[in-house]
């Protein structure tokens, strides 16, 4: 290798999180032990889920459950439906599960599932049988206040609801606290649907507040038009900002005058996908190079790497997606002064949400949207001000700040009780 060429770069997401743990858990003060507890999920389940598929042929679909530590309470998780799911994407999902729950203070360790399939090519009833087959084959380590699924990638409240109903009927009581994200019929939280976006657009002001931009006029590019892109895209094109490209699996958008956001939204299925539409479509990676002030990353992991991290040209990136920036990414972009919230950070409202929605299926007793703003609001403002100011105390980036703050509770919660 000649100096001055990048090193290959690590894009396993769970070994890239363990480099990033191990300095938090160290800057912290912890030893070896404490890493070595910490580095793996605590428990990891593989299941096997047989789906009589439309045609009448059978497929035997591969799913993980992962729950990383549970020191501090149950734990709590998405699962997504996506043909790329991997065994160490979901723990290094975990993980990071674990982190955003640590920085919101909520009494939760990090879970995380997934399943091998492209819901985009089943049908509803195909994909109701991976739901429940799904809950069936892990129903013995998930519950209430074992271990709380979520939505994720591909998945939504209509999928949380076949679950839900599955798990009510093998325990044979009605469970709405088993799962969160469900439509609001069965026990969802209000303003669940828009929560991660919500506290993206937080992190989103907060961020363009210390960098000094202006919001109104600012020019936003998002990747991705799901759950959380697709609404962050209108939350920012009603405030005054100009969202300029947005994108999808096949393809990106872009017009320097801004998109019209809402006919987009009216357009787009219910996977985001809406490119397809389009003839003048530009690529996913033009899309991030764009010349704009924010940047969020809305989709998968390691779309920000080594490769393309110098040609970003946003001030503030905020990951709204899971693992978007690789660590060598993470720094390229601090370096060259761009303000990175970390996803552990940026998208902590989904989960924010699916507590106050846990909660209230708990108590029985339900909260009007406002209620909900106000205490998600609250919330993510005190986890943002947490992990700056960590940040700029230490002078390190937001990811290794985010990553002390949110260990720090669950490795005292271990110490407490005596496992390491
Ligand atoms: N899947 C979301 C996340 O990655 C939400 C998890 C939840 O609501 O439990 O944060």
Request: charged content about 25%; overall charge negative.
């Amino acid at each position: 290798m000649t100096s001055g060429e990048p090193s290959a770069e690590n894009l396993n997401v769970l070994t890239s999180t363990q480099v990033v743990v191990k300095e938090a858990l160290s800057r912290l003060g912890y030893g070896k032990e404490m890493y070595d507890l910490l580095k793996e999920p605590l428990r990891f389940l593989t299941v096997r889920i047989p789906v009589h598929m439309d045609d009448g042929s059978v497929n035997v679909f591969t799913g993980y459950r992962a729950q990383h530590n549970d020191a501090i309470g149950p734990t709590k998780g998405g699962i997504r439906f996506h043909p790329d799911v991997t065994e160490d994407e979901v723990k290094a999902l975990s993980i990071w599960m674990s982190i955003k729950c640590g920085i919101a203070n909520l009494p939760y360790g990090g879970g995380k599932g997934g399943v091998i399939c492209d819901p985009r090519e089943m049908s509803f009833k195909e994909q109701e049988q991976i739901a429940r087959g799904y809950v069936r084959a892990i129903s013995q380590i998930v519950g209430p206040t074992k271990d709380i699924p979520a939505p994720d990638v591909m998945t939504n409240s209509q999928v949380m609801a076949w679950m839900m109903d599955e798990y009510s009927r093998i325990r044979e009581f009605d469970s709405p606290g088993f799962i969160t994200g469900k439509p609001i019929v069965l026990g969802g939280s209000q303003g669940r649907d828009t929560s991660t976006a919500r506290g993206v657009a937080i992190c989103i002001r907060e961020a363009a507040k210390v960098q000094n931009i202006d919001l109104k006029g600012s020019r936003v590019v998002v990747q991705g038009f799901g759950n959380a892109g697709s609404y962050l895209a209108k939350f920012m094109h009603d405030s005054g900002a100009k969202v300029i490209g947005i994108s999808d699996a096949y393809g990106a958008l872009h017009d320097e005058n801004g998109l019209d956001i809402d006919s987009l939204l009216e357009r787009r299925d219910s996977f985001g996908t809406v490119t397809k539409l389009f003839k003048n479509t530009i690529s996913n990676q033009e899309l991030l190079e764009l010349n704009c002030d924010i940047l969020v990353p809305a989709a998968i992991e390691n779309q920000i790497t080594q490769q393309n991290a110098d040609r970003i040209q946003a001030k503030i990136v905020v990951e709204a997606a899971n693992g978007p920036t690789t660590p060598d990414a993470t720094k390229i972009l601090t370096d060259k002064g761009v303000l990175l919230v970390p996803d552990v950070l940026g998208n902590a409202g989904g989960v924010i949400v699916s507590y106050f929605e846990w909660v209230q299926n708990n108590q029985g007793f339900y909260w009007t949207e406002k209620e909900v703003m106000e205490r998600l609001e609250e919330v993510m403002m005190h986890s943002f001000e947490t992990v700056y100011h960590t940040s700029q105390a230490r002078t390190i980036d937001m990811r290794l700040a985010a990553y002390m703050v949110g260990l720090r509770r669950m490795a005292e919660a271990i110490e407490l009780r005596g496992w390491v």
